[in-house]
T-cell receptor
Framework: GENVEQHPSTLSVQEGDSAVIKCTYS??????FPWYKQELGKGPQLIID?????GEKKDQRIAVTLNKTAKHFSLHITETQPEDSAVYFC??????????FGSGTRLLVRP | IAGITQAPTSQILAAGRRMTLRCTQD?????MYWYRQDLGLGLRLIHY???????GKGEVPDGYSVSRANTDDFPLTLASAVPSQTSVYFC??????????????FGEGSRLTVL
């Protein structure tokens, strides 16, 4: 079955700097790759997603890139702000309900 | 705005006891899910339901059961709790199930400790 690995497990950046979180997946048939943000004491919330027919997608300060050949995808956050501090999860699925999540990255943005 | 409501928010339970975690959604979503979240392991799917009256097994279904009698409710039952079921449990829903599920909407979680 699908396996998703996420790195790093923790990331600390200075406010205003960029943050990059990387994920690799094992099943080449996977075609849907969402990113979720989880704030302390809350449930995860979708922030951006990408499908396998697209190489990059942007939404303001957030972007996701997908390399199908290498089977990895990344989340890029530019001009980080303290409110970006949270745990971020990547996930992958073959367009089905069975999303497989990565183990999470705790991002700390230092003021 | 309610979305997904989970209860209880926190519970301490003796091993061997039966426990039901409740989940209700008011978005009229077809699909619902139960995940458990453990440190270093991310979120793992326990059971899902693509539509009322149907359920299916996820990655880690053993020791858990679910039912989906109607669109809004999706309770998760631990028949005889064990310490390894200590975790934070999240209920989620999506507009559609099956192929092209799209965005999941999560509740705020139920923290369960089994002693």
């Amino acid at each position: 079955g699908e396996n998703v690995e996420q790195h790093p497990s923790t990331l600390s950046v200075q406010e205003g700097d960029s943050a990059v979180i990387k994920c690799t997946y094992s099943d080449s048939a996977s075609n849907y790759f969402p990113w979720y943000k989880q704030e302390l004491g809350k449930g995860p919330q979708l922030i951006i997603d990408i499908r396998s027919n697209v190489g990059e997608k942007k939404d303001q300060r957030i972007a996701v890139t997908l390399n199908k050949t290498a089977k990895h995808f990344s989340l890029h956050i530019t001009e980080t702000q303290p409110e970006d501090s949270a745990v971020y999860f990547c996930a992958a699925s073959k367009g089905s309900y069975k999303l497989i999540f990565g183990s999470g990255t705790r991002l700390l943005v230092r003021p | 705005i309610a979305g997904i409501t989970q209860a209880p928010t926190s519970q301490i339970l003796a091993a061997g006891r039966r426990m039901t975690l409740r989940c209700t959604q008011d978005m009229r979503h077809n699909a619902m899910y139960w995940y458990r979240q453990d440190l270093g392991l991310g979120l793992r799917l326990i059971h899902y339901s693509n539509t009322a009256g149907t359920t299916g097994k996820g990655e880690v279904p053993d020791g858990y059961s679910v039912s989906r009698a109607n669109t809004d409710d999706f309770p998760l039952t631990l028949a005889s709790a064990v310490p390894s079921q200590t975790s934070v449990y999240f209920c989620a829903s999506s507009e559609q199930g099956g192929y092209n599920t799209g965005e999941l909407f999560f509740g705020e979680g139920s923290r369960l400790t089994v002693l």
